[in-house]
């Protein structure tokens, strides 16, 4: 956090305090969006009896100001250990308004890391966009998220990544979101060019995602074989059209109901599409940024 003799220029705490409304915005959309297979949504749990989307929405709430202040943390230069440590203060907080139920945790990660890319963006006068923001995260912590940060070993993702050898948050975050970058921005916005329709563009970023991501969340709860299912199954979907099918609600609702009698839930594809949507966000209010 701010120390009290250290003194930020205003539009600097209020280009922070945008983003923060941003990161805020794009995990609501993400929350918001139906139809997504096994995940929770506005009608549904999906495959999660532990959770709603009020639960959600109170999750969200709790993280508000946590993005700010990672982009103060970026836009100063803190060293690593003080952008964990406010993630983890994040993660305690969300953790008490859901008594205990891990809603956002990936997000923090995430979006903790991309908030302080921009603020790094902002020091250095960089162009406020997607590749901009990759780049950052890439050159300025990489290294030590792959090789200095204290993993969980008894996290899910950790224990999945010692037993099938898969990669997880940790090596995406560090890559610079490089899957994001690769197939979901694309996939969104060739959808939107065509379609004008965000549930649409989101859905179909949704579905490339789980055609590809190692998703610990998958893996955690039926094995590699349910991560190759659900993958082959979103290659399916994708290769007869996905959304820009003429009854493409029918064909998920078919996918939303096997995800659901199966206890599917795609956790790390839909944590990679708040992700997406917030990049999105981020160049459009900061287009003009120099």
């Known amino acids: 956090m701010l120390q009290p003799h250290e003194v930020l220029c205003p539009s600097i705490i209020t280009t922070a305090e945008t983003l923060d409304h941003l990161a805020c915005m794009a ?22 009896s532990d959770m709603d989307f009020s639960l959600f929405q109170s999750s969200v709430d709790a993280l508000q100001g946590y993005f700010q202040a990672q982009c103060l943390n970026g836009y100063r230069d803190v060293n690593f250990e003080e952008i964990r440590q406010c993630g983890i203060l994040a993660e305690q907080k969300m953790m008490t308004a859901t008594q205990q139920i891990n809603t956002h945790k990936g997000a923090i990660f995430n979006l903790g890391f991309a908030s302080a890319a921009v603020g790094q963006c902002l020091a250095t006068d960089s162009s406020l966009n997607t590749g901009s923001i990759s780049q950052k995260i890439q050159s300025t912590w990489q290294d030590e998220l792959l090789h200095h940060l204290q993993r969980d070993p008894n996290s899910h993702g950790q224990r999945m990544r010692r037993q099938y050898g898969i990669t997880g948050a940790i090596e995406e975050v560090a890559s610079g979101f490089k899957t994001v970058m690769d197939i979901a921005l694309p996939t969104y916005i060739d959808i939107y060019t065509q379609t004008a329709n965000i549930q649409q ?62 206890r599917l839930s795609p956790g790390g594809s839909a944590d990679l599409l708040g992700v997406t949507l917030f990049l999105l966000k981020v160049e459009n209010e900061f287009r003009n940024h120099i």
Request: glycine share 8%; hydrophobic share 40%; proline share 2%.
């Open 27 to 48: 995990l609501l959309d993400e929350a918001s969006l139906e139809h997504k297979p096994g995940l929770v949504c506005p009608s549904s749990q999906g495959s999660h």
């Open 201 to 262: 563009a989101s859905i179909q970023s949704l579905f490339s995602l789980m055609a590809y991501v190692q998703d610990t969340n998958i893996v955690w709860r039926g094995g590699l074989s349910a991560l190759y299912l659900v993958q082959d199954i979103a290659k399916q979907f994708l290769a007869r059209g996905g959304v820009l099918q003429q009854h493409w609600v029918k064909d998920v609702s078919k996918i939303e109901n096997y995800f659901v009698q199966h």
